[in-house]
C-alpha cells in the first residue's frame, strides 16, 4: 500500500498518504483510538472502499471478519451459510461437505453444520465467521476489533485461534488485526500505531503497548 488517502463525501480525511507493507505470513496488529482511520482502511483493502488516491496491491485474497459476527451471518444453519463463502466454481456436492468440514474443524466447531446460528454463543459466531473467511480460501484475513464483543474467555479463544493459524506449519494465514485493546499486542509478530490517517513503522508489540496509555473503549468508527 503507498500512499493511500481516502476521504468522505462530506471532505472528512480519513486516510492520509497511510504507506506500509505486510511483512508476510503471521499476525500483524494495528492499534489506534477511535476516528483514527483503522477499520476504514481494513475496509480499502477489503474493497468494499475505493482509495480517492494511491495505489494499493494485494498479493494475497482478503476476507474481512467484522467485529459484530451477526453483521455477516446471513443464513439459519451453520454449514447452509458457509455456502455463501465457498468459491464460485464447479464442486461436487462430496467436494462443498469436505470443505465445510474442514474449515469448521479449524475454528474448533467440528460437527455443527447443521446447528443453528441463533444457538450458537457469542464467541462461536465469531469463529463461525472466521471459517467462512478460511471456506473463501482467502490468504489475508483481515479482522476488525473481532474481541471487542465478546466476553473474557472467548477473547483469548479467538486470539488463540488466529495466533495458531497464522503460525501453522502448513500454509500459514496473513493475518491484519485492529485493536484498541492493549493486551493484544502481546500475542502479534509486529504492531503499528494508527494517528489522524497515518499508520506508523512495524513494532514490537510488548513494547509498543508499554509506550501507550490506555485508548478509548468503543465501537470501531465505520
Same mark, same amino acid.
Do not use: Y
Given at each position: 500500500?503507498?500512499?493511500?488517502?481516502?476521504?468522505?463525501?462530506? /471532505?472528512?480525511? !480519513?486516510?492520509?498518504?497511510?504507506?506500509?507493507?505486510?511483512?508476510?505470513?503471521?499476525?500483524?496488529?494495528?492499534? /489506534?483510538?477511535?476516528?483514527?482511520? @483503522?477499520?476504514?482502511?481494513?475496509?480499502?483493502?477489503?474493497?468494499?472502499?475505493?482509495?480517492?488516491?494511491?495505489?494499493?496491491?494485494?498479493?494475497? @485474497?482478503?476476507?474481512?471478519?467484522?467485529?459484530?459476527?451477526?453483521?455477516?451471518?446471513?443464513?439459519?444453519?451453520?454449514?447452509?451459510?458457509?455456502?455463501? !463463502?465457498?468459491? +464460485?466454481?464447479?464442486?461436487?456436492? %462430496?467436494?462443498?461437505?469436505?470443505?465445510?468440514? #474442514?474449515?469448521?474443524?479449524?475454528?474448533?466447531? $467440528?460437527?455443527?453444520?447443521?446447528?443453528?446460528?441463533? $444457538?450458537?454463543?457469542? &464467541?462461536? @459466531?465469531?469463529? *463461525? #465467521?472466521?471459517? &467462512?473467511?478460511?471456506?473463501?480460501? $482467502?490468504?489475508?484475513? *483481515?479482522?476488525?476489533?473481532?474481541? #471487542?464483543?465478546?466476553?473474557?474467555?472467548?477473547?483469548?479463544?479467538?486470539?488463540?485461534?488466529?495466533?495458531?493459524?497464522?503460525?501453522?506449519?502448513? !500454509?500459514?494465514?496473513?493475518?491484519?488485526?485492529?485493536? %484498541?485493546?492493549?493486551?493484544?499486542?502481546?500475542?502479534?509478530?509486529?504492531? !503499528?500505531?494508527?494517528?489522524? /490517517?497515518?499508520?506508523? +513503522?512495524?513494532?514490537?508489540? +510488548?513494547?509498543?503497548?508499554?509506550?501507550?496509555?490506555?485508548?478509548?473503549?468503543? %465501537?470501531?468508527?465505520?
Amino acid at each position: 500500500m503507498h500512499q493511500l488517502g481516502f476521504a468522505w463525501p462530506s /471532505g472528512a480525511t !480519513a486516510l492520509d498518504h497511510c504507506s506500509f507493507t505486510v511483512p508476510g505470513p503471521g499476525l500483524w496488529m494495528i492499534v /489506534g483510538g477511535n476516528g483514527s482511520g @483503522k477499520s476504514t482502511l481494513l475496509r480499502l483493502i477489503a474493497g468494499l472502499l475505493t482509495p480517492s488516491r494511491g495505489r494499493l496491491r494485494l498479493e494475497l @485474497k482478503p476476507a474481512l471478519v467484522f467485529q459484530n459476527p451477526d453483521h455477516q451471518l446471513l443464513l439459519p444453519s451453520c454449514g447452509t451459510d458457509l455456502l455463501l !463463502a465457498l468459491p +464460485p466454481r464447479t464442486m461436487t456436492r %462430496h467436494g462443498r461437505d469436505q470443505q465445510l468440514r #474442514a474449515a469448521l474443524e479449524q475454528v474448533g466447531l $467440528a460437527g455443527l453444520e447443521q446447528r443453528p446460528i441463533h $444457538a450458537l454463543s457469542g &464467541g462461536q @459466531k465469531q469463529r *463461525l #465467521a472466521i471459517a &467462512g473467511a478460511l471456506a473463501s480460501e $482467502a490468504g489475508l484475513l *483481515l479482522l476488525d476489533e473481532p474481541t #471487542a464483543l465478546l466476553d473474557p474467555d472467548s477473547q483469548d479463544d479467538v486470539l488463540e485461534l488466529i495466533a495458531g493459524l497464522c503460525h501453522r506449519p502448513d !500454509a500459514p494465514l496473513t493475518a491484519l488485526w485492529i485493536t %484498541h485493546r492493549l493486551d493484544e499486542l502481546e500475542r502479534c509478530d509486529a504492531a !503499528a500505531l494508527m494517528e489522524r /490517517g497515518h499508520l506508523g +513503522p512495524w513494532q514490537d508489540g +510488548p513494547t509498543l503497548r508499554r509506550r501507550l496509555n490506555p485508548l478509548p473503549v468503543g %465501537h470501531a468508527e465505520g
